[in-house]
């Protein structure tokens, strides 16, 4: 079992919807992180976390919101979303300043009609 | 320019044969990190196995060893004795620098274990 929980693991909305996908950690870990990824193509990296403060935003339009309330949770919150956007979004963690690997969850798969 | 490439979009294998998955990278820090990471079509991204540039020794983990080229840039995975649970998306991924906090990742190998 994986120790990243992502919930809800689909989700299917409009493009006027407002939704939010929830990542959890129990492991101590002090940076998580926000991936997305379309079919047949690697992970692509949206945002990061470290000790709770936004440390990384690699040009994500304002249409995603993250958001870390503490350590262990990560949100990320969705708004006027685009067709495009439709993809797997996977949540990692991992102990800061670690040459080790990422945990990730099993994923969000997005569907935006 | 590619920091991660993966030259095989698939390979297939006869099950309890070895495989060799190739990952060339590219980096001038002398720091990094090379990880390769499983996807089943379940979506989860499943840790394999890390090589520290820094490291000596070729990483082993269970039935995965990487053979690290660090001279050529390369850290192929091999995968022994192969099972029907090991096909799945094969990702080779890259941290610059010890202290990074991104991964960056290869297009990936779709392996295919055949009975």
């Known amino acids: 079992d994986t120790e990243v929980t992502q919930t809800p693991k689909h989700l299917v909305m409009g493009m006027t919807n407002k939704k939010s996908l929830k990542c959890e950690q129990h492991?101590?870990?002090?940076?998580m992180y926000w991936y997305k990824q379309k079919a047949k193509k690697p992970p692509e990296l949206m945002f990061v976390?470290?000790?709770?403060?936004?440390?990384i935003n690699e040009s994500v339009p304002s249409r995603f919101s993250p958001e870390c309330p503490n350590s262990s949770l990560l949100n990320l919150h969705l708004h006027a979303l685009q067709p495009e956007d439709s993809a797997l979004y996977l949540c990692?963690?991992?102990?800061?300043?670690?040459?080790?690997?990422?945990?990730f969850g099993e994923g969000s798969r997005l569907t935006v009609l | 320019a590619q920091k991660i490439t993966q030259t095989q979009p698939g390979m297939f294998v006869q099950e309890k044969e070895a495989v060799t998955l190739d990952c060339t990278y590219d980096?001038?820090?002398?720091?990094?990190?090379l990880f390769w990471y499983k996807q089943p079509s379940s979506g989860e991204m499943i840790f394999l196995i890390y090589?520290?540039?820094?490291?000596?020794q070729n990483a082993t983990e269970g039935r995965y060893s990487l053979n690290f080229q660090k001279a050529r840039k390369s850290a192929n995975l091999v995968i022994s004795a192969s099972q029907l649970g090991d096909s799945a998306m094969y990702f080779c991924?890259?941290?610059?620098?010890?202290?990074?906090?991104?991964?960056?990742f290869g297009t990936g190998t779709r392996l295919t274990v055949i009975p």
């Open positions: 990692a963690s991992s102990q800061e300043h670690f040459t080790g690997e990422l945990f």
């Open positions: 492991m101590g870990h002090r940076a």
């Open positions: 976390y470290s000790y709770e403060k936004l440390s």
């Open positions: 980096t001038s820090d002398p720091s990094y990190g």
């Open positions: 090589q520290g540039s820094y490291d000596q």
């Open positions: 991924a890259m941290r610059e620098g010890f202290e990074a906090n991104n991964l960056f």
